[in-house]
Nanobody, 121 residues
Framework: QVQLVEFGGGLVQAGGSLKLSCAASRRTFNTYAMAWFRQAPGKEREFVSGISTGGSPWYADSVKGRFTIARDNGKNTVYLEMNGLKPDDTAVYYC???????????????WGQGTQVFVSS
């Protein structure tokens, strides 16, 4: 069992920035890929960004150039820095852990509880 806890959501104006954090309880954190997904009301959960065990990032086209993912294996934490936020970025953001880097939410082994991001226009 792995527990994931997200921090950092909130309300921000369009063009603003937020930084999300996700702390994992697993001691072998560094052997797992991490990813961020988001889900807006009435929509399916979608991939936002992921990072491999070696630190290679992967971004959805919709956030490329605006979001940056990073991991700190010493702190069992993955971060998502979000700049240039748009109202379309409004969603609940979830972090997930998996054995390999994936953009398919069905392949995520454990999820955090989610953190709300609201971007006003």
């Amino acid at each position: 069992q792995v527990q994931l806890v997200e921090f950092g959501g909130g309300l921000v104006q369009a063009g603003g920035s937020l930084k999300l954090s996700c702390a994992a309880s697993r001691r072998t954190f560094n052997t797992y890929a991490m990813a961020w997904f988001r889900q807006a009301p009435g929509k399916e959960r979608e991939f936002v960004s992921g990072i491999s065990t070696g630190g290679s990032p992967w971004y959805a086209d919709s956030v490329k150039g605006r979001f940056t993912i990073a991991r700190d294996n010493g702190k069992n934490t993955v971060y998502l820095e979000m700049n240039g936020l748009k109202p379309d970025d409004t969603a609940v953001y979830y972090c997930g852990i998996s054995l390999w880097l994936t953009s398919n939410p069905k392949e995520i082994d454990y999820w955090g509880q989610g953190t709300q991001v609201f971007v006003s226009s």
